[in-house]
């Protein structure tokens, strides 16, 4: 039996198909070629199209067939990863209301806020473990203050993973922990949450039927099978956020095991069997894949929002024509510390760790006669890791101490410069393994499909290709590190001052675009 995972990234999609006896991936594919877009109609603001995402997906499966690597009558199951956070919203016909409003919109922070208040910030940490910030349920009442026609024809309300299921299947499912990650459920009563519900106003027929991450949401359509060269009636049996899909690719399932990603956005996810709350919202705890009432699994996330953005960016503004391998090669060059180069990376929308203030991305200290394009992209890869430093110290303090962490040797951890410094910067070591979030939403599927019998059953074969322990220039990072969060506390309290004093022709909160990356003195 051959399994089918779907990764919907922000920049591409990824399907990998998986022999369900040996673990092996037989096929991987990213589609398109190129990074989609996000569209910014205003600063702060981030969207995509939900209709291109399914035709993104149509073709990466197509394009894995062509391999001619496997069978695709053997396929057996699907599982779906997908970008958290986000909102989809169709009408009674399924059909697209409008573009989708993703992870990292800041739109929504003050119809969260309000909520917060309303609710009381000690009952609305006690049940929902966060604040509603900017996640899908604040995401949705702005919807519903902005664009009140829209609302109005909205007959259900989905997370990405559910939208994809939904053009597969025809069926619209959810899960626990999805409507943790919209902020939609209530931990202490096991239940949607009425207090939610109620302030914004929505009604709960919005919400799709509630079932498990790891069970049948729907059967494969005969007309899409036949469109994607597959079995007509094959169930999708997974769904669940990248964050969570990415610890399970990792097979991070139970209490103080850590997992990272620096994808796009950049991930510390440290699983608990406590409901975990930081009083502040820094960093959020939802349900992770195996949570259960009698058996709490809440996955911890810190989020920084422009990690592998930045670097992206910073390639096309340092070295345009390197390839990625190569930038990482100009990087290394240059001395740990980048002489003095200090990078703030948060420059794609406000940051949870950082109350949501919009501090935008940095480069400080720039010497026009020391500083070349490689020590702008090892600043870049080291201010990426100061940023994961400054978000563990916060799950420090909230009585998380990881020693370890595992990520998949994938996106910015293919960089040597980049998983020395975060070794360096955090002071955990780093074990690397040979997956990502596809392979990780294929086994997904096989649990689903009840091939395995447990999840680590899953990910019993699982191969470790290196690790990377803090080494002799900790002393380095470490006084960067410190000088960097001089920085950024200065620019944060820049930010509040600002914002108490707004001034005619201000733009709107969010992400500064042209100031970001002007030297400050």
């Not at 940023?387 to 962490?405: C, Q, S, W």
Request: overall charge negative; some cysteine; proline content about 6%.
């Amino acid at each position: 039996m051959l399994l089918l995972g779907i990764d919907l990234g922000t920049s591409s999609v990824k399907v990998s198909v998986v022999d369900a006896a040996t673990r092996q991936c037989l096929a991987s594919v990213s589609y398109p070629d190129v990074e989609r877009e996000i569209t910014a109609r205003q600063p702060g603001w981030a969207e995509q199209d939900p209709r291109q995402w399914w035709l993104d997906v149509r073709q990466a499966i197509l394009q894995a067939h062509a391999t001619q690597a496997y069978d695709p009558q053997a396929i057996g199951a699907i599982g779906i990863a997908y970008q958290m956070h986000g909102l989809v919203v169709v009408d009674e016909h399924r059909h697209v209301l409008r573009d989708a409003i993703i992870w990292c919109d800041s739109r929504a922070v003050p119809h969260g806020a309000e909520a917060f208040e309303a609710i009381g910030p000690e009952r609305s940490l006690a049940h929902l473990l966060n604040s509603p910030g900017n996640f899908t349920a604040a995401k949705l009442a702005w919807v519903k203050a902005h664009e009140p026609d829209v609302y109005a024809r909205i007959a259900q309300v989905l997370l990405p993973g559910d939208f994809l299921a939904l053009q597969l299947t025809g069926a619209a499912t959810t899960s626990i922990s999805a409507l943790s990650e919209g902020i939609f459920w209530d931990f202490a009563e096991q239940e949607l949450s009425e207090d939610v519900f109620r302030f914004f106003g929505f009604d709960k027929n919005l919400i799709p039927p509630v079932q498990p991450v790891f069970t049948a949401h729907g059967a494969v359509l005969a007309a899409v099978a036949e469109e994607l060269g597959l079995r007509p009636g094959i169930p999708v049996t997974y769904k669940a956020g990248d964050q969570p899909n990415n610890a399970l690719s990792l097979g991070v399932l139970e209490p103080g095991e850590v997992a990272a990603t620096a994808g796009t956005s950049g991930v510390i996810y440290a699983v608990t069997d406590q409901l975990f709350v930081d009083a502040q919202s820094r960093v959020n705890a939802f349900a992770h894949v195996n949570h259960t009432a009698d058996q709490p699994r809440l996955g911890v996330l810190l989020c920084i929002n422009g990690t592998g953005s930045l670097n992206r960016w910073m390639k096309s503004v340092a070295g345009p024509q390197l390839s990625y391998p190569e930038m990482n090669e100009r990087a290394a060059i240059v001395p740990a510390g980048a002489d003095g180069l200090l990078c703030l990376p948060f420059g794609n929308g406000v940051e949870r760790m950082l109350a949501n203030e919009p501090v935008g991305a940095h480069l400080h200290n720039i010497d026009l006669n020391v500083h070349t394009p490689g020590h702008l992209l090892r600043a870049a890869q080291e201010g990426v890791a100061f940023a994961f430093r400054y978000g563990l110290d916060i799950m420090r303090e909230n009585g998380l101490h990881p020693t370890v962490v595992k990520a998949g040797k994938t996106n910015m951890f293919l960089s040597p410069v980049f998983a020395q410094a975060f070794a360096n910067a955090t002071g955990l070591t780093v074990e690397l393994y040979q997956t990502d979030g596809s392979v990780g939403a294929a086994l997904g599927a096989g649990i689903g499909a009840e091939v395995y019998a447990t999840p680590a059953e899953a990910f019993a074969r699982m191969e470790r290709l290196q690790t990377i322990a803090p080494d002799g220039e900790t002393a380095i990072y470490e006084a960067a590190y410190q000088q960097w969060k001089e920085l950024l506390l200065s620019r944060l309290q820049s930010g509040k001052k600002l914002a108490a004093q707004p001034r005619e022709g201000d733009a709107p909160s969010g992400v500064r675009f042209v100031e970001a990356f002007l030297p400050q003195q």
